[in-house]
């Protein structure tokens, strides 16, 4: 192959990612602690083999006369492996310290002792090895740890798992020759540290000849097939008629003295489902008999394990059997994907499906199929078939014998969003009032919990830590109790008086390991709990007090099974608490449906307060309103340090800018808080940090230090702890349109206290601006055709000049309103004293609109109110404005000013800002709560000393050639 070619080839092969084995496998992980092995896939062209295509059955057993071959024909070559994948379910023994154990050979020569080796290079050792099997050759030496690997232990000695082996041949030292060889090995689907092998010359060595033979020496180990998955919820079986112990009239437990009749006329298309332990010892084990002909008959169709040194399970006939033609079925723990290495002692679910067909073709469906599926995979994905046996023999009896081991129904799987209670109102915890947090907590729902689930995220951290689902106020012991105790959950009414204790509760524990919650313990194990309760008439006695109760265990319903309540619905309030602190790891609301901005509240922003656009410290009050109740506040913000805040709801009474709800940054999140503690005035009810936005989960970034962010807050007055009085404060609070944790936070009794005053202060509000929801308003949106008033310094009587030192100028156009107003001027502010000298229109003197140039170049616009208060509203960027800077440069400005709302106290009124002849920002801008005093026809000119603003009127528009004039008579008058 050409040298160009051969990087063309390069070029592709390196744009294949690698392995994902077309062999599925369930549940494989990467361990925490190999952060560097990552999922690929491999290329489609490649060929994928396993040992069933290499015609080799499965065994338990590797030995050295177990040879095959990964090419067919022309074995000793070993290009004949380019592009290709080994998958095989393989366990590495080294128990002697001989031979390196078990040693997989691969890649070698037939007849030959050559390729390269995979072993355990010392007694007990935990490492595995590859190296070349002859010297000299290619230089390889690998170590494999099994940390690294993702295995579910710490050693690969006698440990089960995926085994892959990738190669493809390329020019890897740019010779021209494609022959190296590329190796990939995979552990359970991934490749190692996410790196390739590279043999150099590994089809050209004369030395060290390579080939296409696999084989083993050493130490038995173990090696099994890889096949694609078959699920149960994908076949036939999965609608068979259900059984397992409970319909058997069997109780969970041990299987000593256990016989049961299956509730059946026959046996086909049944599926038999349990949770089995087997024990075994010695020789000795469980024997679960399948199908037997009668009670305690030790017949039919049998499973058990041969010996306690034998790790898997056998499915057949034992001794005593009357049935002929079953053989035995070795089930090999490895390829049924168990946890573990060895099916002894171990729980594992089984099914097992039976269905009578014709499966010999003669015509008669008198052949039996058995599926074995442990978990919900069918075992090595191929059903059992057993012909021309004698099925007058079999029955539809299940006995147990041997030492005796567990057994557990299982009941299908009723998932929450496929229950009775899927439409009901899904709640999380935030909606009582609690928080990530820990220990000994409690809260409310404020309605009743009846049509409602509850879900939360519980880890407990030590037997007897509990929870209490609706406990009166005379006993945080009643209500619904759910404790740890001995590593289970135990759900009973623990405490109170005859007159508030569920009485009619009787005790429920739920077995972790009848959950999937991935582990036989609920201590330390973090899960997610949904609670449903409905009220109804479940008794049959038509009084509508009884308690419906879901308990759903990761989305799945208890045992299949809702628990009831008779009689006692009143006696289940809206209360909920965490106590004996025992839940020390935070427990956080689930997902809930997304709770939406409140379109029924009065929208209020910086400018309602007179504050609009700034920076820095600042204080405002809201114009007209009496209370914050039933309001939605809006602000952009940017706060530029920690310790930066705002003060939201600052009590008229009390005049500290500190009392109210604190909105600060701290170790870059958003603390909401009372930060005055039980200072009077203070909203003591909610603590310094009630609550804590975290800038990732409200989707902000890593910070909230310098970053802007839309801030909208709600708040309703309500009675939420239903004491009569509306004095409660219902509080949301919404991060760029999305609403923190979906919930409401609720602060108890203190609403009174809750004032209409705002401040930034702390120096540390980098800027704020208002915010309006919706599209901006234009005049075109008031008025049909919009006329203006023009008017220039003209129509004041000021003649164009330069203000300059402490100059002032006054001048009435007339005590009008500026509604329907223009005014227009070509303006030019010195770059000294900006920000000092200023064009004040509509007021008396210091009140009105307010123009500033400032020393960054931009131009500021404000309106100053009659009282001092000062409502900021646009900073023009000259850059904008397609100028180079506000200062030291003549520029004209034109304002228009539209009235849209009028009242006998304030008005509010759209500002156009005109530079150059274009709409600044192509929108206006709204100023509201202002006087009629601050919004007449007049000016005022104000400069300092070593400042100057130098402003002139407009040139003349009027086209006086329709007057049959021509323009060169004004330069003859020098009218401008």
Same mark, same amino acid.
């Given at each position: 192959m050409s040298r160009i070619k051969s990087k063309k080839l390069i070029a592709v092969i390196c744009c294949l990612c690698v392995l994902v084995s077309v062999f599925s496998i369930k549940n494989i992980k990467t361990k925490a602690e190999a952060p560097k092995t990552?999922?690929? &896939?491999? @290329?489609?062209? %490649?060929?994928?083999?396993?040992?069933?295509?290499?015609?080799? #059955?499965?065994?338990?057993?590797?030995?050295?006369?177990?040879? %095959?071959w990964l090419s067919a024909d022309d074995k000793n070559n070993v290009k004949k492996l380019d592009k290709l994948l080994f998958s095989a379910y393989i366990v590495f023994n080294n128990t002697t310290g001989t031979n390196k154990g078990t040693e997989l050979h691969f890649a070698t020569q037939q007849g030959g002792d050559t390729g390269i080796a995979f072993s355990i290079t010392s007694k007990n050792g935990k490492n595995l090895s590859l190296s070349r099997i002859k010297t000299p050759g290619p230089s390889i030496s690998k170590v494999f740890y099994p940390n690294k690997a993702g295995l579910d232990g710490d050693t690969f000695n006698g440990t089960s798992f995926l085994l892959q082996i990738s190669t493809e041949f390329y020019d890897s030292d740019g010779d021209g020759d494609d022959d190296d060889l590329k190796l990939g090995v995979f552990f359970n689907g991934l490749l190692y540290e996410n790196s390739y092998i590279t043999i150099r010359n590994a089809s050209s060595s004369t030395s060290y000849k390579m080939g296409c033979r696999v084989n083993f020496n050493g130490e038995s180990g173990e090696i099994y097939s890889v096949k694609d998955p078959v699920l149960l919820k994908d076949t036939p079986d999965a609608s068979f008629k259900y059984i397992t112990l409970s319909d058997c009239g069997v109780s969970d437990g041990s299987t000593e003295n256990m016989s049961m009749k299956l509730p059946v006329d026959s046996f086909d298309k049944t599926l038999f489902n349990l949770s089995l332990l087997m024990n075994c010892s010695g020789n000795n084990s469980t024997q679960l008999h399948f199908l037997a002909k009668g009670a305690n008959d030790n017949g039919g169709l049998t499973l058990w394990i041969n010996n306690d040194s034998d790790? *898997?399970?056998?499915?057949?006939?034992?001794?005593?059997?009357?049935?002929?033609?079953?053989?035995?079925?070795?089930?090999?723990?490895?390829?049924?994907?168990?946890?573990?290495?060895?099916?002894?002692?171990?729980?594992?679910?089984?099914?097992?499906?039976?269905?009578?067909?014709?499966h010999h073709g003669d015509g008669k469906k008198d052949d039996l199929k058995i599926g074995l599926f442990i978990g919900e995979q069918l075992y090595n994905s191929t059903y059992l078939y057993y012909d021309n046996i004698d099925l007058s023999k079999i029955g539809t009896y299940v006995t147990f014998t041997g030492i005796a081991g567990e057994a557990y129904s299982i009941k299908p799987a009723i998932s929450l969003d496929k229950s009775d209670s899927a439409d009901f109102k899904l709640i999380s915890l935030n909606d009582l009032g609690i928080f990530d947090g820990k220990g000994d907590v409690s809260g409310k729902y404020g309605e009743s919990f009846d049509k409602t689930v509850l879900g939360m995220n519980v880890k407990f951290e030590q037997n007897g830590t509990r929870l209490h689902y609706g406990p009166s106020k005379k006993s945080a012991y009643s209500g619904i109790g759910i404790r740890l105790d001995s590593n289970k959950l135990i759900v009973s009414c623990e405490a109170g008086t005859d007159d508030i204790k569920l009485t009619n509760l009787k005790q429920l524990i739920i077995d972790p390991s009848k959950t #999937?919650?991935?582990?036989?313990?609920?201590?330390?194990?973090?899960?997610?709990?949904?609670?449903?309760? &409905?009220?109804?008439?479940?008794?049959?006695?038509?009084?509508?007090?009884?308690?419906?109760?879901?308990?759903?265990?990761?989305?799945?319903?208890?045992?299949?099974? /809702?628990?009831?309540? /008779?009689?006692?619905?009143?006696?289940?309030?809206?209360?909920?608490?965490?106590?004996?602190?025992?839940?020390?790891?935070?427990?956080?609301?689930? #997902?809930?449906?997304?709770?939406?901005?409140?379109?029924?509240?009065?929208e209020i922003t910086l400018i309602d307060a007179r504050m609009g656009d700034g920076s820095g410290n600042a204080a405002g009050k809201f114009i007209g309103l009496n209370s914050l109740d039933g309001t939605l506040f809006s602000a952009k913000l940017k706060f530029s340090k920690n310790l930066?805040?705002?003060?939201?709801?600052?009590?008229?009474?009390?005049?500290?800018? %500190?009392?109210?709800?604190?909105?600060?940054?701290?170790? #870059?999140?958003? !603390?909401?808080?009372?930060?005055?503690?039980?200072? &009077?005035?203070?909203?003591?009810?909610?603590?310094?940090?009630?609550?804590? !936005?975290?800038?990732?989960?409200?989707?902000?970034?890593?910070?909230?230090?310098?970053?802007?962010?839309?801030?909208?807050?709600?708040?309703?007055?309500?009675?939420?702890?239903?004491?009569?009085? *509306?004095?409660? !404060?219902?509080?949301?609070?919404?991060?760029? @349109?999305?609403?923190?944790?979906?919930? /409401?936070?609720? !602060?108890?009794?203190?609403?009174?206290?809750?004032?209409?005053?705002?401040?930034?202060?702390?120096?540390?509000?980098?800027? %704020?601006?208002?915010?309006?929801?919706?599209?901006?308003?234009?005049?075109?949106?008031?008025?049909?055709?919009?006329t203006y008033t023009e008017l220039t310094l003209r129509d004041f009587v000021i003649k164009d000049r330069i203000f300059s030192g402490n100059t002032s100028k006054y001048a009435i156009y007339d005590n009008n309103t500026f509604d329907s107003t223009a005014f227009s001027a070509n303006i030019k502010f010195s770059s000294e004293?900006?920000?000092?000298?200023?064009?004040?229109?509509?007021?008396?003197?210091?009140?009105?609109?307010?123009?500033?140039?400032?020393?960054?170049?931009?131009?500021?616009?404000?309106?100053?109110?009659?009282?001092?208060?000062?409502?900021?509203?646009?900073n023009l960027d000259p850059e904008k404005a397609g100028i180079s800077s506000f200062v030291d440069n003549a520029f004209n400005i034109r304002l228009t000013f539209d009235v849209i709302k009028n009242n006998s106290q304030y008005s509010d009124y759209l500002l156009g800002v005109y530079i150059n002849g274009k709409l600044y920002g192509d929108e206006f801008v709204t100023a509201k709560c202002v006087e009629a005093a601050t919004l007449q026809r007049t000016i005022f000119i104000y400069t300092v000393k070593e400042g100057s603003i130098e402003i002139k009127s407009l040139n003349n528009k009027v086209d006086f050639t329709i007057f049959g004039f021509d323009n060169s008579w004004k330069k003859t008058l020098t009218i401008s």
């Amino acid at each position: 192959m050409s040298r160009i070619k051969s990087k063309k080839l390069i070029a592709v092969i390196c744009c294949l990612c690698v392995l994902v084995s077309v062999f599925s496998i369930k549940n494989i992980k990467t361990k925490a602690e190999a952060p560097k092995t990552v999922k690929t &896939e491999i @290329g489609k062209d %490649f060929k994928k083999v396993t040992l069933s295509d290499l015609g080799v #059955d499965n065994t338990d057993k590797t030995t050295a006369e177990t040879d %095959f071959w990964l090419s067919a024909d022309d074995k000793n070559n070993v290009k004949k492996l380019d592009k290709l994948l080994f998958s095989a379910y393989i366990v590495f023994n080294n128990t002697t310290g001989t031979n390196k154990g078990t040693e997989l050979h691969f890649a070698t020569q037939q007849g030959g002792d050559t390729g390269i080796a995979f072993s355990i290079t010392s007694k007990n050792g935990k490492n595995l090895s590859l190296s070349r099997i002859k010297t000299p050759g290619p230089s390889i030496s690998k170590v494999f740890y099994p940390n690294k690997a993702g295995l579910d232990g710490d050693t690969f000695n006698g440990t089960s798992f995926l085994l892959q082996i990738s190669t493809e041949f390329y020019d890897s030292d740019g010779d021209g020759d494609d022959d190296d060889l590329k190796l990939g090995v995979f552990f359970n689907g991934l490749l190692y540290e996410n790196s390739y092998i590279t043999i150099r010359n590994a089809s050209s060595s004369t030395s060290y000849k390579m080939g296409c033979r696999v084989n083993f020496n050493g130490e038995s180990g173990e090696i099994y097939s890889v096949k694609d998955p078959v699920l149960l919820k994908d076949t036939p079986d999965a609608s068979f008629k259900y059984i397992t112990l409970s319909d058997c009239g069997v109780s969970d437990g041990s299987t000593e003295n256990m016989s049961m009749k299956l509730p059946v006329d026959s046996f086909d298309k049944t599926l038999f489902n349990l949770s089995l332990l087997m024990n075994c010892s010695g020789n000795n084990s469980t024997q679960l008999h399948f199908l037997a002909k009668g009670a305690n008959d030790n017949g039919g169709l049998t499973l058990w394990i041969n010996n306690d040194s034998d790790h *898997n399970l056998h499915f057949g006939t034992v001794s005593g059997s009357s049935i002929s033609g079953v053989y035995d079925t070795e089930i090999f723990r490895s390829v049924a994907n168990i946890k573990g290495n060895t099916f002894n002692n171990n729980r594992f679910i089984l099914r097992i499906s039976t269905e009578l067909v014709d499966h010999h073709g003669d015509g008669k469906k008198d052949d039996l199929k058995i599926g074995l599926f442990i978990g919900e995979q069918l075992y090595n994905s191929t059903y059992l078939y057993y012909d021309n046996i004698d099925l007058s023999k079999i029955g539809t009896y299940v006995t147990f014998t041997g030492i005796a081991g567990e057994a557990y129904s299982i009941k299908p799987a009723i998932s929450l969003d496929k229950s009775d209670s899927a439409d009901f109102k899904l709640i999380s915890l935030n909606d009582l009032g609690i928080f990530d947090g820990k220990g000994d907590v409690s809260g409310k729902y404020g309605e009743s919990f009846d049509k409602t689930v509850l879900g939360m995220n519980v880890k407990f951290e030590q037997n007897g830590t509990r929870l209490h689902y609706g406990p009166s106020k005379k006993s945080a012991y009643s209500g619904i109790g759910i404790r740890l105790d001995s590593n289970k959950l135990i759900v009973s009414c623990e405490a109170g008086t005859d007159d508030i204790k569920l009485t009619n509760l009787k005790q429920l524990i739920i077995d972790p390991s009848k959950t #999937d919650i991935g582990a036989d313990t609920f201590l330390k194990t973090e899960f997610v709990l949904h609670i449903s309760t &409905e009220f109804g008439e479940f008794g049959g006695d038509a009084d509508q007090k009884d308690i419906k109760l879901g308990l759903f265990i990761n989305g799945n319903l208890y045992d299949g099974s /809702y628990v009831y309540i /008779y009689d006692q619905a009143n006696r289940l309030t809206d209360n909920f608490n965490f106590n004996e602190g025992g839940n020390n790891k935070s427990y956080s609301s689930i #997902d809930t449906p997304i709770k939406t901005l409140p379109t029924n509240l009065k929208e209020i922003t910086l400018i309602d307060a007179r504050m609009g656009d700034g920076s820095g410290n600042a204080a405002g009050k809201f114009i007209g309103l009496n209370s914050l109740d039933g309001t939605l506040f809006s602000a952009k913000l940017k706060f530029s340090k920690n310790l930066a805040r705002m003060h939201y709801g600052l009590s008229n009474e009390y005049k500290d800018g %500190f009392i109210g709800i604190g909105f600060r940054l701290e170790d #870059d999140k958003l !603390i909401i808080g009372n930060e005055q503690g039980s200072k &009077e005035g203070a909203l003591s009810s909610m603590k310094l940090n009630f609550v804590t !936005i975290d800038p990732v989960k409200a989707g902000v970034g890593k910070t909230f230090v310098d970053t802007e962010f839309l801030l909208q807050v709600s708040i309703e007055f309500i009675d939420r702890d239903n004491d009569g009085e *509306n004095n409660d !404060i219902k509080l949301g609070v919404f991060i760029n @349109g999305v609403m923190y944790k979906n919930s /409401y936070f609720y !602060i108890s009794n203190q609403a009174g206290l809750l004032g209409t005053r705002i401040n930034f202060n702390e120096g540390g509000a980098a800027s %704020f601006a208002s915010y309006e929801k919706g599209p901006k308003l234009t005049p075109k949106d008031l008025k049909a055709n919009p006329t203006y008033t023009e008017l220039t310094l003209r129509d004041f009587v000021i003649k164009d000049r330069i203000f300059s030192g402490n100059t002032s100028k006054y001048a009435i156009y007339d005590n009008n309103t500026f509604d329907s107003t223009a005014f227009s001027a070509n303006i030019k502010f010195s770059s000294e004293k900006a920000g000092n000298c200023a064009v004040y229109i509509g007021g008396t003197a210091w009140s009105g609109l307010r123009i500033e140039a400032r020393k960054d170049g931009s131009l500021a616009i404000s309106h100053l109110h009659i009282d001092g208060t000062q409502t900021w509203l646009l900073n023009l960027d000259p850059e904008k404005a397609g100028i180079s800077s506000f200062v030291d440069n003549a520029f004209n400005i034109r304002l228009t000013f539209d009235v849209i709302k009028n009242n006998s106290q304030y008005s509010d009124y759209l500002l156009g800002v005109y530079i150059n002849g274009k709409l600044y920002g192509d929108e206006f801008v709204t100023a509201k709560c202002v006087e009629a005093a601050t919004l007449q026809r007049t000016i005022f000119i104000y400069t300092v000393k070593e400042g100057s603003i130098e402003i002139k009127s407009l040139n003349n528009k009027v086209d006086f050639t329709i007057f049959g004039f021509d323009n060169s008579w004004k330069k003859t008058l020098t009218i401008s």
